[in-house]
């Protein structure tokens, strides 16, 4: 009896698999100025779930840019390398403002197919600033996440920035790219995993702006409870048949 539980087990665990992070979903590689407010998904396709275009509400002014303010070379972002041009989507400091409410944000998505469930694992993002008018410019990130089709995000975090200081940063030039990382580990199970980033600052010039580049959502597609029941239940079923003809 011990080594059927054995068997049974081995066999469940044998249909499930070990889940291991994969690219979900991409968004803004650099390598293409897309046309229109939406970009499309850059990740290569991974059974079982669906990346939604990346979109944005609030943000007033915005672009899609391979130069900078000034004419200020836009370097390629540490999660991509492009080539010759770089393109990121810029977030002009005259259309936003300086709290998260939620209300200014990049937005995108993934769906679960039927029978599947997502265990997500990182979210990140690169960016930079330029500024071509006096005066400071800080940009901060606030993230928010939804796992009920929308309809309630959640502050996952709103604690990472950066700056391009007056007597520090030169004018007309871009900051060193950095790469924003967040843990999603503890969202497992769902079924859409919905994520704004709100983007605040605390500038008013239409001459300085947050570039983003290089969005990734890494995790696990999974199969559902309900799934991985019936495999563990026709896995059983197989060995019993096996044992009585013996």
Known sequence: MKKMKYV???????????ASAD??????????DYAGPQAPSVAPA????????????????????????GNAVLPSGPTYDPGSS???????????????NNDEYLAFDLTADAGKQLDMDTLSFDATIVRNAAGDITTTFG?????????????????????????TDPLATALAPETFSYDISSYTGVEDFR???????????????TYVQGIQLNGSVIPEPATIGLLGMSAAGLILIRRIMM
Do not use: C, P
């Open 46 to 69: 991974v059974s079982g779930v669906t990346a939604s275009s990346m979109t944005q509400s609030g943000l007033g002014a915005w672009d899609v840019r391979d130069v900078g303010f």
């Open 143 to 167: 993230i928010y996440i939804s796992t009920d089709g929308g309809a309630n995000y959640t502050l996952l975090d709103s604690s990472e920035s950066m700056s391009h200081i007056v007597g």
């Open 86 to 100: 770089s393109w990121w989507f810029l977030i002009r400091a005259t259309g936003i403002d300086n709290t998260h």
């Open 8 to 18: 049974l087990m081995t066999a469940s665990v044998m249909l499930v698999g070990a």
């Open 195 to 209: 994520v704004h980033i709100d983007v605040a600052d605390n500038s008013s010039s239409d001459k300085k702006g």
């Open 23 to 32: 690219l979900l979903g991409a968004w803004i590689d650099g390598s293409v």
